[in-house]
Every structure is written in structure tokens, then in C-alpha cells.
């Protein structure tokens, strides 16, 4: 299940590195000056008419859909807005009910820092379809912008939504131009592969790193006792069977689920055919606002009950991407792994997803920006960096302030060492 080669690679470049849609008001963009040419004559370039300006309409879109982490996906479809002049890297701001936002559009959510706000143009895995989704990585647009909050709720799908006074889900959503290419940054962050669910496109991987399934094998965690994955159950993906048989073969006894309600759960397709579904399982039914006191909450629930059942233990969300992650990372931290050993394990998923390497450009800025930059702000310090830091330390600390005993924080440690 590990790719001893990659896994060499990674190490050895991180301790180098060390580490519908309408036209209504319109904002002018002043064009580039032309440059002197010849007579049209005497050039085959199309004619340029100097002293104009090119103009973005203003776009009026509607609330197509809210998600479960906060994010608002759009009537207007990317297409449209790329016809009416607007595309990745531009900045934009975006106006709802009393409340306005400036982004940059982007085509994944880490094109951005945690925390940040993007407009996303992206394939969802649920309807196979392009849609344009108001977002902040790592965070909750919605309650950010005033317009509402969350509730996460038993019955499918998992959330309600509470809107604030005077907004409701036919509120307009106004979008104009602020700058054309102004998102400098875009290029650093921008993955050059799209991550797809077919198998055939991930021929050179094998089918648990095509799942996304992985031992954490860090310094301090047993072998063999902790595994992480995208999600087993969930068809969307085009991966649950291949976690479901990987999960069975590493003969894993409980799951945290992160992502799922227990009524969402069970009602996946051939649920109780699964290998899942004999284990020992908790739905947690986690957003993405890694903040936020209800992800905190449901954090400690989920490492109580790893420790109050048998290992090996599997903890995975949909992608097991960035819920995953951040969870896995904070156990490698408490047991003893360093700096490096947690973005290698982190980063393994943009080579699964995006077959992204450790000697690509945007491997560090990815890091960086993502885990690195999660964690500091978890534990409360400046950068893992810092000549000194005990992530050991730091990581016991942080499951102490979202609510768990020491006697809850050995017995843990107890079942991963």
C-alpha cells in the first residue's frame, strides 16, 4: 500500500526545502494601449481600435444550492461568466444582501491560503456538471458574510440552513470586476492536472493509492494500527470499492467518519454489502470550518471513540483529503512525528489525486498554505518551523482546549503506540 518510491522522494525534497445570468450596470476596465502598427493594409493583425474601453457587465446570479461546509453554489455557470468576461486569476467582488465580498476566481480551493474566500469554477462529483461556488477553504462562506449558520442535523442530509433576517435562498447575488488578472498568486497555486473518478486515468497507481488508502506510518504510531482514506461507501468518487477492499484487507475494526451523518450512511447503495458496515463506526457529520467550536466538538468525539474500541482503526471524509488530513495530522503530531513526516503524509493526496511531486513547483506553496499554515493556527504558534517547536507538546495541548481529558489523551496514545 505505499510507495516506497515516492515516499523517499518527498523526504529528501523536504529536508532540502527545510522544512438566467444578466447584464445590468457595468464596470469599465481601461484596455491595454495598443501598439503602433502599420496601416491594416499593410498587416494581416485584426484591426485594434485605440481609445476604448473593454467592459465586464455586472453579473445578477441566484443561490442554486447552499452546502453542508458553508459554500454557495450559483445559478450562473462558469461558462456564462467566462462569455461575459470573467475567468481564473481575475478578482472580483461579490454582493449579497448587505453584505459584499472581494475573491479571486479559481478552479480548486487550494488556489487559495486557509481561510481565504474564492470563487471556484469546478466539476462536482455529485451531477458530473461545471458550477460556479462561492467558498472559503477551510472555512464558512455563509456565516462569513453575515447571511446565515449552519445546523448540522440527524435527519439526510446531515445540515439545515438558518437563514439571517431578510435573506433568504432567492436572494440576489450580485458579481462585478475589480481587477482582470489581479490574482498575482493564481499560477503559484494553480495544479496543472484535474483530479477525475475514472480508473483508466490513474493507471500507474495501485488501487488503494487510486482510493486514496494509506497507512499512517509515522514516527511514533504502531504499524499497521492507523489508515486513512477517501470515503468506502460513497459512490461519487468512483473509489468506495476500492477503500472498501483495502480497509477489509488491513483488517480495520473501527471508523471515524468524518463526513457523514448515520442516517446518510446507511442509506449508500449496497451499504450492508460493505466491509465498512461490519465495523465499529461513528458518523460525525463534520464541515470543513476547521474553527469552528462544533468541528472541535466532534474532533474529540471521534478520538474518544477510537480509544474506547479495537484498532485498526480507519479515519477518512469524502476525499480524504482535508478532514482526513487534518485529523491524521493532529495524531502524527501527538505521537511524535516531525515537521516533515506530517507533509509527506498530507501531500501523498496530491499525488494520488493530482499527481503532483514533491520536485513540482507548486508542492511547497501547497504545504505551506494548507497544512503548515492549519496547524500553526491550531497550536497556536508562528510556524512549524520554529527552531524548538514540540509538536508533541503542541498536539496535546490542542485536544486539551477542544475538550479532552489527559486520561482521554493517554488512552489514545495508548492505542496508536
Known amino acids: 500500500m505505499k510507495n516506497a518510491k515516492l515516499a523517499v ?3 529528501a525534497v523536504l529536508t532540502a526545502a527545510s522544512i438566467s445570468a ?10 491595454a494601449p495598443a501598439a503602433e502598427t502599420e496601416t491594416a493594409a499593410e498587416t494581416a493583425e485584426p484591426d485594434v481600435v485605440e481609445d476604448t474601453d473593454v467592459t465586464i457587465p455586472e453579473i445578477e446570479a441566484g443561490i442554486e444550492e447552499v452546502k453542508k461546509a458553508g459554500n454557495i453554489q450559483l445559478t450562473v455557470s462558469p461558462d456564462t461568466m467566462r462569455e461575459m468576461g470573467y475567468e481564473p486569476a481575475d478578482i472580483i467582488l461579490v454582493r449579497i444582501g448587505d453584505s459584499e465580498m472581494e475573491m479571486p476566481i479559481g478552479t480548486a480551493y487550494s488556489d487559495v491560503d486557509n481561510g481565504k474566500p474564492l470563487c471556484c469554477f469546478k466539476v462536482s462529483s455529485a451531477d458530473g456538471l461545471e458550477h460556479a461556488t462561492l467558498s472559503i477553504n477551510y472555512g464558512n462562506l455563509l456565516e462569513a ?3 446565515g449558520t449552519i445546523n448540522k442535523i440527524d435527519a439526510d442530509p446531515g445540515f439545515e440552513v438558518v437563514w439571517a433576517d431578510g435573506i433568504d435562498e432567492s436572494v440576489p447575488v450580485y458579481i462585478s470586476m475589480v481587477e482582470k488578472q489581479g490574482y498575482t498568486e ?10 477525475t473518478n475514472e480508473r483508466a486515468d490513474y493507471a ?3 488501487d488503494e493509492e487510486y482510493a486514496n488508502f494509506r497507512e499512517v506510518d509515522t514516527s511514533g504510531i504502531k504499524p499497521g494500527i492507523l489508515f486513512r482514506s477517501s470515503s468506502p461507501i460513497d459512490p461519487s468518487l468512483n473509489r468506495n470499492a476500492e477503500a472498501d477492499a483495502a480497509l477489509l484487507a ?7 467518519n468524518m463526513t457523514d451523518n448515520a442516517e446518510g450512511m ?3 447503495s449496497d451499504y450492508e454489502l460493505t466491509a465498512y458496515s461490519d465495523c465499529n463506526i461513528i458518523a460525525l457529520n463534520m464541515g470543513m470550518d476547521f474553527f469552528a467550536e462544533d468541528f472541535k466538538e466532534r474532533l474529540a468525539e471521534g478520538f474518544r471513540f477510537m480509544a474506547a474500541n479495537p484498532g485498526p482503526y480507519l479515519i477518512h471524509c469524502k476525499e480524504g483529503k482535508d478532514r482526513t488530513g487534518f485529523a491524521a495530522a493532529i495524531l502524527e503530531c501527538l505521537m511524535g512525528a516531525n515537521t516533515t513526516e506530517v507533509v509527506r503524509d498530507f501531500m501523498l493526496t496530491f499525488y494520488n489525486f493530482y499527481d503532483l511531486s514533491p520536485d513540482s513547483e507548486q508542492y511547497m506553496q501547497i504545504a505551506d498554505s494548507n497544512i503548515k499554515k492549519t496547524l500553526a493556527e491550531a497550536f497556536g504558534i508562528a510556524s512549524l518551523d520554529d527552531e524548538g517547536i514540540d509538536l508533541s507538546a503542541c498536539a496535546e495541548n490542542y485536544l486539551k482546549e477542544i475538550g479532552m481529558t489527559d486520561e482521554e489523551i493517554q488512552a489514545l496514545k495508548d492505542c496508536l503506540q
Do not use: D, N
Request: charged fraction near 15%; charge should be positive.
Open 9 to 11: 522522494m518527498i523526504t
Open 250 to 256: 488491513a483488517g480495520v475494526k473501527t471508523i471515524v
Open 266 to 268: 446507511k442509506a449508500y
Open 186 to 195: 493564481y499560477e503559484l497555486h494553480k495544479l496543472t492536472a484535474v483530479r
Open 204 to 206: 500507474k497507481l495501485t
Open 22 to 31: 444578466c447584464a445590468i450596470p457595468q464596470v469599465s476596465i481601461p484596455a
Open 145 to 147: 458574510m453575515g447571511l
